[in-house]
């Protein structure tokens, strides 16, 4: 409790402050529903004063030695792992999650923060070859300058990481706006770490607020020229819209409608093993997860009783205790609104396999069968411990349902063959699939991010330089060139 208390101010220009806004973020326990903090808002003014400090601070940023620079990740990565057990009961009271899903979350931001330390030195130039005698031409790769970033309340801490780290690391600055549900894991405590890190003041702004107060001013300010976004893709549009009004690159990681397809020739212990982790962890809140399991017809009955069986024993509950596998969703307006998703599809013709009750925030695991082909429930994102089981009719069946979404971000394929389910993958619009593996990955060096309404652009390694850097064309003319007039 302290920690969050220590954190629930604005971190504008290195000064830990109250906003001036007129009203207070309330930030609530989502299992008891005890208020952790009041945070009164940034307001417009704020949003200014944080670009501006970035954009003084990175000046000097942007020049240092790049080996010099590398030495705040080492330290904060440090820093991460001291204070592990703070930050895990800070996952579990902000957040809800498990004790679980906090130790992955972890694991992730620690790998996040090495590759950060690689990327310092990774902005490479070149020197490419002219048509013109004794022309020289150098590409540099420079820093965009200041680096605006929006960030969801699922796995906060790791996907506010995901775009800070990397963009100081390639030497811009940032301002962070981290989700109203988790504005101490996904901002705060990321400000602090950076801040006993040795991270000169000002590089990194953290702006507690929300578009109530600001409206887009996050996003028209003139300083950022890239917008780093993570959510819904109903607001990505939003702020891919705004952003291009202005001429500012955007990098978009949207939500997912992802399938996990399991073949006749598949392992069926195994695949269920695999769906139920995709599907179920930290209460399904995930974009990668397995909204959808496809399964052959052949195998079908087996897989689906083994499937239901493993779920119906989830434990669900209070996530301070180490047995909790599903804690409660975020709030009582998401757990409504899954519930009343799952309502519409059983109204709508949906076959119940496993249901229980939604008291407060605490929703019992819910799986599905039998959906119409027109029925909302099998298109849209799930945010919700909530799983539809599908049988088809062979591959080409399988491929259709699977890209049947408006959504394309992940995938699994379960098959004894590798290279048919590599061939079937290739088939599936999505921007990653897993072969024989759960739908839920994203590692540091990788390209992460979707097709289709699941996002623009990618994100980790090469394609984190490529968005958080430009490029700049300068040639030498070392003999005297001859111009027509």
Not at 281 to 304: I, K
Not at 446 to 454: A, I, L, M, N, T
Request: glycine share 8%; hydrophobic share 45%.
């Amino acid at each position: 409790m302290s920690y969050i208390e220590e954190l629930s101010l604005q971190y504008i220009d290195g000064q830990w402050r109250a906003g001036s806004g007129s009203w207070d973020i309330v930030d609530l326990n989502p299992y008891t529903g005890e208020k952790l903090a009041a945070i009164t808002v940034a307001t417009v003014e704020e949003v200014d004063q944080a670009y501006r400090a970035a954009e003084r601070a990175q000046k000097d940023w942007g020049k240092l030695n790049p080996y010099t620079r590398r030495l705040v990740f080492e330290r904060a990565l440090r820093l991460l792992e001291e204070r592990e057990q703070e930050i895990t009961e800070t996952i579990i009271a902000e957040l809800g999650g498990t004790r679980l899903k906090a130790g992955f979350e972890l694991s992730l931001c620690r790998d996040m923060l090495r590759e950060a330390m690689q990327l310092s030195l990774r902005a490479e130039g070149r020197i490419l070859p002219s048509p013109v005698d004794g022309k020289e031409n150098r590409l540099y790769r420079l820093p965009v300058g200041v680096v605006g970033v929006i960030s969801p309340f699922n796995f906060p801490l790791f996907l506010s990481l995901k775009a800070v780290a990397p963009a100081l690391a390639l030497g811009n600055g940032v301002v962070l706006k981290p989700h109203q549900d988790a504005p101490i894991t996904g901002g705060t405590l990321i400000a602090k770490i950076f801040e006993d890190a040795g991270l000169p003041a000002g590089l990194l702004n953290v702006l507690l607020t929300d578009i109530a107060e600001i409206g887009d001013a996050f996003l028209e300010h003139p300083v950022p020229k890239v917008i780093a976004f993570t959510g819904s893709d109903k607001v990505g549009r939003h702020v891919a819209q705004v952003a291009a009004g202005h001429f500012k690159r955007t990098v978009l990681e949207l939500g997912g409608n992802s399938a996990l397809i399991v073949l006749d020739d598949a392992d069926l212990d195994y695949a269920v093993d695999a769906a139920v982790f995709s599907r179920f962890a930290h209460q399904g809140q995930v974009c990668m997860a397995a909204n959808r399991v496809l399964v052959d017809r052949s195998v079908a009955e087996e897989f689906t009783e083994k499937f239901v069986r493993k779920i119906a024993g989830l434990k669900v509950g209070d996530p301070l205790d180490p047995a909790t596998q599903i804690g409660p969703l975020i709030n009582s307006a998401q757990a409504d609104s899954v519930t009343a998703q799952v309502d519409q599809a059983v109204d709508q013709g949906a076959t119940v396999l496993l249901r229980g009750s939604t008291v407060g925030t605490l929703m019992d695991p819910v799986v599905l069968t039998d959906i119409p082909a027109d029925a909302p429930i099998l298109h849209h994102e799930l945010f919700g411990p909530v799983v539809v089981v599908l049988p088809f009719d062979g591959e080409d069946e399988a491929v259709e349902m699977a890209n049947d979404t408006p959504f394309g971000l992940s995938g699994a394929v379960h098959t004894a063959s590798v290279e048919r389910g590599v061939r079937l993958a290739q088939r599936i619009e999505t921007g990653m699939i897993h072969i024989n593996d759960g739908t839920i990955h994203d590692e540091p060096i990788v390209p992460f991010g979707g097709e289709k309404s699941s996002g623009v652009g990618r994100l980790n390694g090469d394609a984190t330089v490529e968005a958080f850097t430009k490029l700049k064309w300068i040639s030498i003319q070392h003999e005297r060139s001859h111009f027509p007039f």
